[in-house]
């Protein structure tokens, strides 16, 4: 595809629901990173993928939080037992990860709202 | 800890003004630099980044950027601003010494251009 997609757009939970997020990076593109985008912060990295190797998860926030990326392309993130906290917007990027200062192709993301 | 600083939050504008939005970082060793560009309803773009070289950087749409090393500052410039600018603007860093190829993004500062 052209850029980075991501589904669905809009997400609404009750609190203690599972979603799952799905993000569809730049076809090619080895790396894969999750942020989690507050209301009116910046992103906040969650986890990166080297094609299907999860390298980094240093920003998951708790152990109810878990990604995937089984064959390297697709990603999906899941939230287990949705916390009113965990209303975000939640990025995904892609990269070509073959060079330092590749630049991150973000997605438009999905927007989680737990009521 | 490690964080990058954006002490603009907020910016109003006339058309044709000068513009000149700061960032920090608190890491050293060698780093990363990137401006990213959110417009309304749209995904974050890529303005411009530095990793080596110049440091002095030009990126899309008239937009520059200076790395100060000693100052830990990578500013982001514009000598006339235009309504289409109208966006919220965030600073990231990525620190390869630290074996990752995470982003860490200020709090972004909001950019509003009145004509």
């Known amino acids: 595809g052209a850029g980075v997609s991501q589904s669905p757009r809009y997400k609404v939970a009750k609190r203690g629901q599972d979603v799952a997020l799905r993000c569809d990076p730049i076809s090619g593109h080895v790396s894969l990173f999750w942020y989690q985008q507050a209301l009116g912060q910046g992103p906040e990295f969650l986890t990166y993928?080297?094609?299907?190797?999860?390298?980094?998860k240093s920003g998951l926030p708790s152990d109810r939080f878990f990604a995937e990326r089984p064959e390297g392309s697709v990603s999906t993130l899941k939230i287990q037992r949705t916390q009113q906290e965990d209303s975000a917007v939640y990025l995904c990027?892609?990269?070509?990860?073959?060079?330092?200062?590749?630049?991150?192709?973000f997605g438009p993301g999905t927007r989680l709202t737990v009521l | 800890a490690q964080s990058v600083s954006q002490h603009n939050h907020h910016v109003i504008l006339s058309e044709a003004a000068s513009l000149e939005l700061g960032c920090n970082y608190s890491?050293?060793?060698?780093?990363?630099l990137f401006w990213y560009v959110q417009y309304p309803g749209q995904h974050l773009q890529l303005l411009l980044k530095y990793f080596s070289g110049d440091p002095l950087v030009k990126g899309i749409k008239g937009f520059e950027a200076e790395f100060i090393k000693s100052k830990f500052s990578f500013n982001l410039r514009k000598p006339s601003v235009q309504w289409s600018d109208t966006a919220e603007y965030f600073c990231?860093?990525?620190?390869?010494?630290?074996?990752?190829?995470?982003?860490?993004f200020g709090t972004g500062t909001r950019l509003q251009v009145f004509p």
């Open positions: 990231a860093v990525n620190a390869p010494s630290y074996n990752t190829d995470k982003l860490i």
């Open positions: 990027a892609s990269s070509l990860g073959a060079l330092e200062a590749d630049t991150q192709y």
């Open positions: 993928f080297q094609n299907e190797a999860q390298l980094d």
């Open positions: 890491y050293g060793g060698t780093v990363n």
